[in-house]
């Protein structure tokens, strides 16, 4: 089956890194995501990897991937209060190569 | 140009009305996506058109169908809804085929009373 969690809540203050992380259990996930929401707003694509990747870097944003334990994490350098929001990762797996599965969402608070 | 555009950006219905959410791209993408998101938790997929053709239904109720008029166009008809339909539906492209970045759009807020 596949499932996406990540933990309810984060607060940093503005400066600090924010570490936000993932897990998921769909050992045929091809790509992993981050995408932010904010307050009443699609869907914003962040940031992605791919399967045989453990790091990717794009400016402030840090993708690290352990494929053994099926972690993801996204970290954001120098966290602005523009940064508050919800992120989600997601999967694509070899199962359903167009079908995104979603995580519970981490609400970030970043504080001045 | 990574744009994906939604109408209406809020629309509240009656249970007897019929309505159409409409979703358009001009990025040359050739599939695209409904998603239904309820307040406080992740969309979840109803339908992908690839090429214009219904390739994932979801096994979503009747009540909504979806229609691709072109490949820059899809449209999500409601007809008969529930309370429990109220959500934000999010429409979604991608180029198709092995490219697998999906860019979505600002969403409809629909209630049902």
């Known amino acids: 089956g596949e499932d996406v969690e990540q933990s309810l809540f984060l607060s940093v203050r503005e400066g600090d890194s924010s570490v936000i992380n993932c897990t998921y259990t769909?050992?045929?996930?091809?790509?992993l995501y981050w995408y932010k929401q904010e307050p009443g707003a699609g869907l914003q694509l962040l940031t992605y990897?791919?399967?045989?990747?453990d790091m990717k870097q794009d400016q402030r944003l840090t993708v690290l991937l352990n494929k053994k334990d099926k972690h993801l994490s996204l970290r954001i350098a120098d966290t602005q209060t523009g940064d508050s929001a919800i992120y989600f990762c997601?999967?694509?797996?070899?199962?359903?190569?167009?079908?995104?599965?979603f995580g519970t969402g981490t609400r970030l608070l970043v504080s001045p | 140009d990574t744009e994906v555009t939604q109408t209406p950006k809020h629309l509240v219905m009656g249970m007897t009305n019929k309505k159409s959410l409409k979703c358009e791209q001009h990025?040359?993408?050739?599939?695209m996506y409904w998603y239904k998101q309820k307040a406080k938790k992740p969309p979840e997929l109803m339908f992908v058109?690839?090429?214009?053709?219904?390739?994932i239904n979801e096994s979503v109720p009747s009540r909504f169908s979806p229609e691709c008029p072109n490949s820059s166009l899809l449209n999500l008809h409601l007809h008969a809804l529930q309370p429990e339909d109220s959500a934000l539906y999010l429409c979604?492209?991608?180029?198709?085929?092995?490219?697998?970045?999906?860019?979505f759009g600002p969403g409809t807020r629909l209630t049902v009373t």
């Open positions: 979604a492209s991608s180029q198709g085929g092995t490219d697998y970045e999906q860019y």
């Open positions: 769909d050992s045929s996930s091809t790509y």
């Open positions: 990897i791919f399967s045989n990747m």
């Open positions: 997601a999967e694509i797996g070899l199962t359903g190569f167009q079908k995104l599965v």
């Open positions: 990025m040359g993408h050739r599939a």
């Open positions: 058109y690839s090429y214009e053709k219904l390739s």
